[in-house]
């Protein structure tokens, strides 16, 4: 199976400062149409985790544009422009390429300082 | 807007099964798969396994392989995830997730089913 890492695991921010989280996988995402087969997810205290971004850089609809995700290959991130109050939770990457074996990585919280 | 509704809380005894239903709104399951991803206590999240139903056929996930079913009916937009064997360790919130067909990302999740296995 496709193992997925992050870091840091946890993350305090001060509100309006950036945030980036990193996501590395054992195997290539890089699907031969040329999308990345990763997504990013939230899971806010206490609710069902939401897709944030899809295929490596695809904003999910109704997600604010502060969010946004980049990488190829192996290696991802996650980065928030401005932190707010409201993006409290674990964030976690997910590999969707490997069909019979999606996997997460291990989530990164973050809070505000 | 598609929803995932899910059934309530479940309290099994050790070597029971369990049956978790989801229901989807509009035709969903038309173009999409419904996977089953579950999360113990302080934990991440697990993905089980997912039914396609435009190919009518499943995938497990290794660990669940044998004691996980996973089916659904685009009739009634509904999915059932039962898990058979029960141990403990199967104590956990159980999410069912539409599916986008081929590429595969999980939106949108239900409410989660809370399953506690206790004798």
């Known amino acids: 199976d496709i193992v997925m890492t992050q870091s840091p695991l946890s993350l305090s921010v001060t509100p309006g400062e950036p945030a980036s989280i990193s996501c590395r996988s054992s195997q290539s995402l890089l699907h031969s149409n040329g999308d990345n087969y990763v997504d990013w997810y939230l899971q806010k205290p206490g609710q069902s985790p939401q897709l944030l971004i899809y295929l490596g850089s695809n904003r999910a609809s109704g997600v604010s544009d502060r969010f946004s995700g980049s990488g190829s290959g192996t290696d991802f991130s996650l980065k928030i422009s401005r932190v707010e109050a409201e993006d409290v939770g674990v964030y976690y990457c997910m590999q969707s390429l490997q069909t019979r074996a999606f996997t997460f990585g291990p989530g990164t919280k973050v809070d505000i300082k | 807007q598609v929803q995932m509704v899910q059934s309530g809380a479940e309290l099994k005894k050790p070597g029971s099964s369990v049956k978790v239903s989801c229901k989807a709104s509009g035709d969903t399951f038309g173009t999409h798969a419904v996977s089953w991803v579950r999360q113990a206590p302080g934990q991440g999240l697990e993905w089980m396994g997912r039914f396609i139903p435009i190919l009518d056929m499943a995938n497990y996930a290794q660990n669940f392989k044998g004691r996980l079913t996973i089916t659904a009916d685009k009739s009634t937009n509904t999915s059932h995830m039962e898990l058979s064997s029960l141990k403990s360790e199967d104590t956990a919130i159980y999410y069912c997730?539409?599916?986008?067909?081929?590429?595969?990302?999980?939106?949108?999740w239900g409410q989660g089913t809370h399953v506690t296995v206790s004798s």
């Open positions: 997730a539409g599916q986008s067909w081929p590429d595969n990302w999980l939106d949108p």
